[in-house]
């Protein structure tokens, strides 16, 4: 087998995070392909709607889990569009 080879993850929505659920098949030295990533930080990697949001993303108060940790629209979100949010 191949040592030290990288396990690569699809990509879908082109942000540079890797879905977790979509490995490759096998490890390698490159990608393999386009649309492939070596990281797993994406908790939604879908194509025209996820781009906004893996595990570097800023939360904002969308209704979604902008930064993947669990929690959707915590006290420190960044307001976006007419949401508004008070203690």
Do not use: I, Q, R
Not at 31 to 58: I, M, S
Not at 66 to 74: A, G, H, K, M
Request: charged share 30%; hydrophobic share 25%.
């Amino acid at each position: 087998g191949l040592v030290g080879g990288t396990t690569w993850y699809a990509d879908d929505d082109g942000d540079g995070y890797g879905d977790p659920a979509n490995p490759s098949t096998n490890h390698s030295c490159t990608a393999p392909g386009a649309g492939y990533v070596n990281n797993d930080g994406d908790c939604y990697d879908v194509k025209n709607a996820g781009e906004n949001v893996n595990n570097g993303a800023l939360e904002v108060c969308d209704g979604l889990d902008n930064d993947c940790d669990s929690f959707t629209d915590e006290d420190d979100a960044a307001e976006d569009g007419d949401d508004k949010w008070w203690d």
